[in-house]
């Protein structure tokens, strides 16, 4: 009775095993650019980012690339660009709302000022 438990337990593991794997074949990893200045900027778009569909988010501040793990069946390329758009930031893509850049912290203001914090 014992061997066949274990049997049966294996065999589960191995459906579950091989689920994780479909499951994980179906992201996507891209990178692009967003504009932005600082460290705020970073955690402004990778949080516009915390949304479902996507696994991974990391924006780098000194070469402005962002690269995002997500799975095109829950989230397109274009609905992520928007979101990162919607926070006030810049992609190569889709613009930021002018209203939603001005209230962006001053020093966060990478159009005007693309370098502060660099000086
Ligand atoms: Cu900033």
Known sequence: MKSIQIVFIGLLLFLFSNQVSA???KTEK????VYGNCPMCKSRMETA???KGIKMAEWDVDTKIMT???NPAKIT???IHQLIADS???????KANDAVYKNLPDCCL???????HHD
């Not at 891209?30 to 650019?33: A, D, G, L, S």
């Not at 990478?110 to 502060?116: F, H, I, L, S």
């Open 68 to 70: 995002v793990v997500f």
């Open 110 to 116: 990478y159009r005007e000022k693309p370098n502060t």
């Open 88 to 94: 006030g930031h810049d992609t190569d893509l889709k």
């Open 23 to 25: 499951q994980k074949a």
């Open 49 to 51: 980012c915390d949304a």
């Open 77 to 79: 390329l274009e609905q």
């Open 30 to 33: 891209v990178t692009f650019k």
